[in-house]
């Protein structure tokens, strides 16, 4: 007899469960990365959403209700998240404040009075500007050394940057400048321009962010922008944009109870058909004893 196919065979068995190892490992290494690939769009700012829509993490609110992760409308003039822009904005902040330390180590290792807070450094880009008779001239790029400052609320540590506006002088292309000095008139006009050309929310928020950072310097300036804000709600523009985002929340919220009521139904139909088919079962099985009873006494009698 051959011992040969025998040995042939188990070669093989042991063959196939190492491929079958290390296609596994394959697999699972090909998920990993896939997994990571998704979660890196997500924290992109939702590339995995269609243009125009964002996605907004899952959170959990006040009374308890989860709300699950998904695409959203974006409200920012330029479609993506605000959230992922600032992290950039501040990472190349944080980097030019290194290098401001390191070209003025003198200043940089001053300690501030009371009252006075430190200003980091920072560096001028180059820029295209004009003289009074209207000769055009470029100014160089420079460096400005860290130096102390008075801090506004008079206290000597900085507290906590909970507002940042990244894009900057956004309104001043449409007239808005000076607004204390303007009208009324002529602020609304210059808004009325600003919310055709771009999102009314994202002015409307902008104004709002602008008045908190200048509530403790000027007064005057916080009131002003405040009721331009709260004129901006009025608007049709304002209006029209946030009925529309409450009559799409409305459809997913029906859609959503939609499914839920399906499911349960579904449930409540699967869990009715098994009662039936266990019913059923009985009563078959009944059957069966009594036509075996009624089998048995027939015979019986016919032996007597």
């Known amino acids: 007899m051959n011992y040969n196919i025998f040995l042939k065979a188990g070669g093989s068995k042991k063959s196939s469960k190492k491929m079958s190892k290390k296609q596994s490992k394959i697999s699972k290494k090909s998920s990993k990365s896939s997994s990571k690939k998704v979660s890196k769009k997500i924290s992109k700012g939702g590339s995995s959403c269609p243009s125009g829509q964002i996605m907004r993490k899952g959170y959990t609110t006040k009374t308890g209700k989860k709300v699950s992760s998904g695409c959203i409308v974006a409200q920012s003039n330029s479609g993506e998240k605000t959230s992922n822009k600032v992290i950039e904005f501040f990472k190349k902040q944080s980097r030019m404040h290194q290098l401001a330390r390191q070209k003025f180590p003198k200043q940089s290792s001053k300690k501030c009075p009371k009252g006075y807070i430190m200003r980091e450094g920072y560096k001028r880009d180059s820029y295209k500007s004009h003289s009074k008779t209207g000769k055009k001239t470029s100014v160089k790029s420079s460096w400005t050394a860290p130096s102390c400052i008075k801090s506004v609320t ?151």
């Open 154 to 304: 008079g206290k000597s540590k900085k507290g906590s940057k909970l507002i940042t506006i990244i894009d900057k002088d956004v309104l001043g292309k449409y007239g808005y400048n000076n607004i204390t000095a303007m009208s009324q008139t002529e602020r609304h006009k210059a808004l009325r321009k600003a919310i055709k050309a771009n999102k009314p929310l994202s002015i409307y928020r902008r104004l709002i962010a602008i008045a908190t950072l200048n509530k403790n310097k000027d007064a005057k300036l916080y009131r002003t922008l405040r009721d331009d804000a709260a004129w901006i709600k009025t608007q049709t523009e304002y209006i029209i944009k946030s009925a529309s985002k409450k009559s799409s929340k409305k459809a997913s919220s029906k859609k959503t109870s939609k499914k839920a009521s399906s499911k349960k139904s579904s449930k409540k139909k699967k869990s009715s058909t098994k009662k039936t088919s266990k019913v059923g079962g009985g009563k078959k099985g009944s059957k069966k004893v009594s036509k075996k009873g009624s089998k048995a006494k027939s015979k019986r009698t016919s032996r007597k």
